[in-house]
Structure formats: structure tokens, C-alpha cells
């Protein structure tokens, strides 16, 4: 019958040691063969290394060892018992008892592990983080050299909304913040302006004042016309817009974008009233004069009660007309403008546009371009600016800013800001509006009502 080995290695045992015994792996017991467990349990049971020889030669085992593993099987046997008692407190302990005792063990772990895979969580996830949660005790085991640690591997729940905690971000946040809009500028661009920059203010003029009399045509050897006039100076005075906002030093400490986001929403504020004083500024408190103040107003002149139907655009067209004059009624002494734009409100820019016959047919006067914008070559411009019966019409290059100091951003303290951790950041543009006088008839300011009225035939 062929043989096999039961061999016992190294293991936890010092590595010069070696143990072999020839066994039959189909054997119960009883003479004629070995079984692995009792080859075990001779091993564990028995007091010395020759009794455990003594019994497995009764069962026809042949050996084959080293010279010191008589002394090397009994530390071992000894060792494996030893720690085995110190771990369960048990005398009567053998490795049966201790293997399957593990192989229980290991099946709960198995049990438990296909429960933690299932539920989304690997083992050795949880068991790092019970290595983790215990390390103080694993630590005090291994100076020690004894202890129990109790690793608990707990399944994960699943997750939903309910894990999000308030303002947790759901979803995408889009870049920017939604702003209340301004009306769009561009009362810049129609005007004219200066950067005079320190000392240029006041801004200062000098204009021609007429006296009497003008060129004539003269008899040989006659007496010529005489004429005159004087000069005098005038001025504007420059004003400041300004806007300020307090905010704590820890609010730019969280937010190190908050001092740009400040400057971006005064720039836009202070400009959109500046916007607003350029077209209708009457210089009272410390405000500056736009053009409104400065522009005549509108005359029908030689034009009065002559339109049948008047509308807006008839009185438009007549405002036009007055500017290229300049003055209400034609003057070979007096030469006119070029009208550059047409400032009306959205809704009377609207209305002009859905203005129709009796039979609901639109209508296009023959001085209106096809989409409204223009009449007699002059673009008309909508803005939140002016109210719905206004207008203002002429060449509005010849209205000034003078821009003393640009829109600069100060930080300062104001009182007790500086012991409370606070701040102002201020924003401030320095200028002056200005229309010389002679060119004041340049620029036409109405009302549709007034005009429409004055123009309409009777």
C-alpha cells in the first residue's frame, strides 16, 4: 500500500525544525495506519515526545526527524496549547476544539461579508476603519502581549437626498449672480467728452456777446456800418457723485472676491445716475446741469396749426426742423445745427411703431425708415431716461462732461469703524456738464402733447 507524509513545517516553531510521519489518509485508527487527526491529537494529548512516538509506532508510523525535534514538537505542541488557554482560559483545550472554533468564526465572518457587499461596503473597508477606531487598544495589546479588541463590522445604509445636509449644493451652480438690470448706457456716446483730469475746474469760456449792427451795402464814398460786441467769460463748477458701503473685514476675509463684487455694483449705480443727470441734471443740490436744462424748448413757429392729424412723429420731424434753423423761425443771422440723435421713452418708441389707420393698415411717413429708428436721417434712441410725453432732440455733441477725476474706489474708516472691524469702501466721480451759450438753440427739449397740439390744424 502506498504511503503518504503527514509533515509538520516551520510555522510559528523555529525554522531549523522538521517533522515527518508516514501515514494512510484513509485510516480511521486501529492498527495498520493513521489518520491526520489522530497524528494531531497524539501530538497535543501527549505529555512527551515518546509516548506520541510510542502510540503512532503502534499504528505501523515510521519517522523520519532531525536530532532536536523530540525538543521542537513538544515546545511546539506545548506552545500551540499554551496560547490557545491564554486566549480562552480553557485547561482542557485541544486543536480540534481550536480549529473549529476559528472555522465558526470564519464562517461569520463569511456570513457577514456577503451582508456588507450586498449593502455596497467591502470588508476590509470596514475593518479598516474598526483598526482605525481601535488603535489605542491594539496598541496596549501589543505592549502588553495579551488582550481581547472586539472589531464590530457594521453595514452601510443607502444613501439618498436625506444624507445632504442644508445648503449642501445639489446639482449645478451656475457662474455669476443674477443682477437687477440698469438701463443700458449710451449717453456717452452721443455727447461729447473731455478728460481735463486736476485743474480743470472750474471750466471756464469765453463767449462773444453782439451789440449792434452788420454788415451793409454802401454807396461810393458813403458812410459804412458800423458794428460791435463784447466778450465775457462763463463757467461750470464740477461736482462729485459718490456712493459708499460699510462692510465688515471678515466678510472680505471669506469672501476675498466680495471687495471686487462691491466696486463692479457701484461703478454700475453711480453711472446710471450719472447717465441720468447728463440728460435732465438741474443743478440744484450739488447736482450737475444736463441738457434738459440747458436746451430751448420747442416752438411750432411758422409751422403752428398747419398738420392735419399731427402725431409724434410729425412733432419730432418739427423739432428736427428747429435745430437745422436754430431758432423757431428762420433767420438769415442766425445758422443752425445738425441734429445727431432723438431721445424718446421705450413705450413712445413703441407706440410709434404700432401706429396704424382707422382700417388697422400701418403707417410709414415718407421721413420714417423702414424700421422706425430714424426720421429725416436722425436715429431715434429709447431709454427708461424720460418719461413717455418727453423728447429731446438736436446735436447733443454740443453738450461737454468734463471729467475732473475718473470713478475711483477708496477704503477708509468711518467713527468707530476701525475698533469694530469694520470698513468703507467708497466709490466717487468727479466732473462738470457744460452748454455754451450760443450754442444752446443746438439742442430742442418738449413735450409730444404740447407740440402735437401746437402743430394740429384746427
Do not use: C
Not at 491594539?138 to 463590522?153: A, E, F
Not at 440698469?182 to 453782439?210: A, C, H, K, Y
Not at 412733432?315 to 443752425?336: D, H, L, M, S
Amino acid at each position: 500500500m502506498k504511503k503518504n507524509y503527514l509533515t509538520f513545517g516551520p510555522g510559528s516553531a523555529p525554522a531549523s525544525m522538521f517533522f515527518r510521519a508516514k501515514f494512510d489518509p484513509k485510516s480511521e485508527g486501529g492498527s495498520g495506519g493513521v489518520s491526520e487527526k489522530e497524528a494531531i491529537n497524539a501530538l497535543i494529548e501527549s505529555k512527551s515526545q515518546k509516548a506520541a512516538e510510542d502510540f503512532l509506532k503502534t499504528k505501523g508510523v515510521d519517522f523520519i526527524k532531525s536530532d532536536a525535534i523530540a525538543t521542537e514538537i513538544k515546545s511546539i505542541a506545548q506552545g500551540i496549547v499554551d496560547g490557545l488557554k491564554v486566549k480562552h482560559g480553557d485547561e482542557d483545550v485541544t486543536l480540534e476544539t481550536a480549529v473549529k472554533s476559528i472555522q465558526t468564526h470564519l464562517d461569520e465572518l463569511s456570513t457577514k461579508q456577503k451582508e456588507i457587499e450586498s449593502k455596497g461596503q467591502s470588508v476590509m473597508v470596514a475593518l479598516k476603519k474598526q483598526f482605525d477606531a481601535q488603535s489605542t487598544s491594539l496598541k496596549s495589546i501589543h505592549d502588553s502581549g495579551n488582550g481581547v479588541v472586539r472589531l464590530d463590522l457594521k453595514a452601510a445604509t443607502v444613501m439618498g437626498l436625506g444624507n445632504f445636509g442644508t445648503n449642501v449644493v445639489l446639482g449645478y451652480r451656475e457662474p455669476g449672480i443674477d443682477k437687477k438690470p440698469l438701463p443700458q448706457r449710451f449717453i456717452f456716446d452721443l455727447i461729447s467728452v473731455m478728460n481735463g483730469g486736476p485743474g480743470s475746474n472750474p471750466l471756464t469760456w469765453l463767449e462773444m456777446v453782439p451789440k449792434e449792427g452788420s454788415p451793409a451795402w454802401t454807396a461810393e464814398s458813403a458812410l459804412k456800418q458800423n458794428m460791435d460786441w463784447t466778450y465775457k467769460e462763463n463757467k461750470a463748477t464740477a461736482e462729485v457723485i459718490a456712493v459708499h458701503v460699510p462692510i465688515t473685514k471678515q466678510t472680505l476675509l471669506n469672501w476675498p472676491m466680495f471687495e471686487q463684487e462691491v466696486n463692479v455694483e457701484l461703478a454700475r449705480q453711480l453711472y446710471n445716475k450719472l447717465d441720468k443727470s447728463i440728460i435732465s441734471g438741474d443743478g440744484t443740490n450739488n447736482t450737475i446741469y444736463g441738457m434738459e436744462y440747458y436746451a430751448i424748448p420747442f416752438s411750432a413757429g411758422n409751422l403752428a396749426g398747419t398738420v392735419i392729424k399731427a402725431n409724434v412723429a410729425d412733432a419730432i420731424r418739427a423739432a428736427i426742423g428747429q435745430v437745422r434753423k436754430g431758432a423757431p423761425v428762420a433767420n438769415e443771422q442766425i445758422g443752425g445745427y445738425a441734429p445727431t440723435a432723438v431721445i424718446v421713452s421705450e413705450d413712445t418708441a413703441t407706440s410709434m411703431d404700432l401706429e396704424k389707420t382707422s382700417e388697422g393698415v400701418y403707417v410709414l411717413p415718407p421721413f420714417k425708415s423702414e424700421n422706425g429708428t430714424i426720421i429725416k436721417g436722425v436715429p431715434v434712441i429709447p431709454t427708461n431716461f424720460v418719461d413717455d410725453d418727453e423728447f429731446i432732440a438736436g446735436d447733443l455733441t454740443r453738450y461737454l462732461f468734463n471729467i475732473v477725476q475718473g470713478l475711483v474706489f477708496d477704503v477708509g474708516y468711518i467713527n468707530d469703524q476701525f475698533i469694530k472691524n469694520q470698513l468703507t469702501i467708497r466709490a466717487e466721480l468727479y466732473g462738470v456738464g457744460r452748454m455754451k451759450f450760443n450754442e444752446r438753440p443746438a439742442i430742442v427739449k418738449g413735450k409730444f402733447s404740447t407740440a402735437i397740439a401746437a402743430l394740429t390744424k384746427a
